[in-house]
């Protein structure tokens, strides 16, 4: 790419593939995410957007629909199978979404520390314009859970009608917190799966029969731990196959670098400049800054059993040291591009997560390589792939507490996942001010070779339907009970 004045180039990334179990981990650098803002156009009027189109996701409505009247909703993924592919079960879509119930007298920020993994079915073939998903209520009884809170996972359709679902268990253990929000005594976090069963009938889809099996905790040496930096992220498993490695099942996953908080120095590779770069800052200049706190990486895993109870570490596939302190629900999505799987890391974060001196929208960022563990080149250059509309000469804020000034859409939508076909679902969060816990409209991007647009001939102006996340597998049939 032709360089941008006063912007440093992006590192140079071969998109190599390393052996999964080598300690190779590739560089999400400064370089490389200072192209963001190398990218966004500093002339706008304040408070417009100053992405580019190609990355931006259109704008919600004000006025959009209620999921579900009686639980807020947000992260949310659908039932797969190891190869991402979304499953039709019986003739119903099922997705599971984090929900927090909306009369307990907490806010809509307060969430996270009542969160449950519930689920929602609707017929495969209905219209997702009009008809609603269906409710079924907590996936897990009362208090069968590792933990008092359920975090963010996966769910995957295994031999028969059993279904792994992976989440991430965390414990909360000051009461007073739970009900305010904020502040108190860190939770602890692990890494766990359910084992149960999946029963559809005409009237719709259960589950029972859950046995739930603790599988990782932070090592303190490749992921940090809570006595570590009581802020730490340890949570969002995703279970894949991987063609390269027939027979393995691999976990991407959130954590942050082990060691210490605040006890990190930055290194060259986080910085990632090339050699004579007149627009490189220095090491001690970054450390100085007090970017040395941010240190987010995507872990990996591997299963050591068929029955995928055991897990090992293995070391992070990427780590955003000095650049930014979360790169939250990592997927994996293999797309053939010229007769070659192409491997595209897919992961969330927000614009509070930032270092000293960097600066981006929430959204959607991606990497692209030849494998699970590669050299990834950051997509659009950058690592942006969607954003919200945002100004991004305007200091960074977060969705609790927006300033009027700024785009009122910069928090629309969080949590965007990437699905088949490039359809990507998210939830809402802030609106011109009104707060969502609803699915958002689905949008499309187109990509290859690294290179991402947002296609906005898809539904209306590229929003498609609120909440679609349709499927492209059957198992089961059609629906004949
Ligand atoms: C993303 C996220 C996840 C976490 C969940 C907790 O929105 O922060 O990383 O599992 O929300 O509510």
Redesign the pocket.
């Known amino acids: 790419p032709a360089p941008t004045p006063g912007f440093p180039l992006p590192t140079e990334h071969t998109q190599e593939a390393f052996d999964p179990a080598s300690d190779f981990t590739s560089k999400w650098t400064r370089a490389d995410a200072k192209q963001i803002m190398a990218q966004s156009d500093p002339t706008v009027a304040p408070g417009e957007n100053s992405m580019s189109p190609d990355v931006t996701m259109p704008e919600i409505p004000e006025d959009f629909p209620t999921m579900n009247e009686d639980v807020w909703v ?2 949310t993924w659908s039932l797969t199978d190891e190869n991402a592919n979304q499953i039709s079960y019986k003739g119903w879509d099922v997705i599971f979404s ?1 929900v927090a119930d909306r009369h307990a007298g907490y806010g809509f920020d307060q ?2 520390w009542n ?1 449950r993994i519930g689920y929602f079915f609707r017929k495969t073939n209905a219209d997702p314009a009009k008809d609603k998903w269906n409710y079924g209520g907590h996936v897990f009884a009362d208090g069968a859970s590792i933990g008092n ?1 359920e ?3 996966s769910t995957r359709l295994m031999q028969g009608n059993q279904v792994n679902v992976f989440y ?1 268990a ?1 414990t909360f253990y000051d009461i007073a917190e739970r009900n305010a929000g904020g502040g108190g005594i860190a939770p602890d976090a692990s890494i766990a799966k359910a084992l149960g069963k999946i029963h559809a009938d005409e009237n719709g889809v259960t589950f029972d029969g859950f046995k739930h099996t603790n599988l990782l905790e932070p090592d303190g040496e490749m992921y940090q731990t809570k006595e570590q930096n009581p802020g730490f ?1 340890f ?2 498993p995703y279970t894949f196959a991987d063609p390269a490695h027939p027979g393995k099942t691999f976990m991407v996953f ?1 954590g942050n670098t082990g060691g210490t908080r605040g006890e990190y120095e930055c290194k060259p590779e986080d910085l990632g400049y090339r050699p004579g770069d007149a627009n490189a800052e220095s090491v001690d200049e970054v450390n100085s800054s007090g970017a040395y706190y941010q240190t987010a990486n995507v872990g990996l895993a591997v299963a050591d059993n068929k029955d995928l109870t055991k897990w090992s570490f293995l070391p992070p596939i990427l780590s955003a040291n000095c650049v930014n302190d ?1 790169t ?2 990592p997927q994996i999505f293999i797309q053939n591009e010229g007769g070659k799987n192409k491997y595209y890391l897919f992961t ?1 974060s927000h614009q509070f997560t930032y270092a000293a001196g960097m600066r981006g929208p929430d959204g959607v960022y991606g990497f692209v390589g030849d494998g699970v563990r590669s050299d990834y080149q950051p997509m659009n250059n950058s690592g942006l792939a969607l954003g919200s509309p945002t100004d991004l000469n305007l200091p960074s804020e977060s969705p609790e507490a927006p300033t009027p000034n700024q785009n009122g859409r910069q928090f629309q939508a ?2 965007h996942y990437v699905q088949p076909g490039g359809l990507v679902q998210s ?1 809402i969060d802030n609106v011109n001010g009104v707060r969502g816990g609803s699915l958002s409209p689905t949008v499309k991007i187109n990509f290859r070779d690294g290179i991402s647009q947002v296609d906005r001939s898809f539904g209306q102006d590229g929003l498609g339907p609120f909440g679609y996340l349709p499927t492209n597998l059957r198992v089961g049939g059609e629906g004949h009970y």
């Open positions: 947000w992260d984090l969430r996270h969160a809170t975090w963010s996972g991430t965390t992220a949570r969002d959130e979360q939250e629900r969330i969080y949590s939830f």
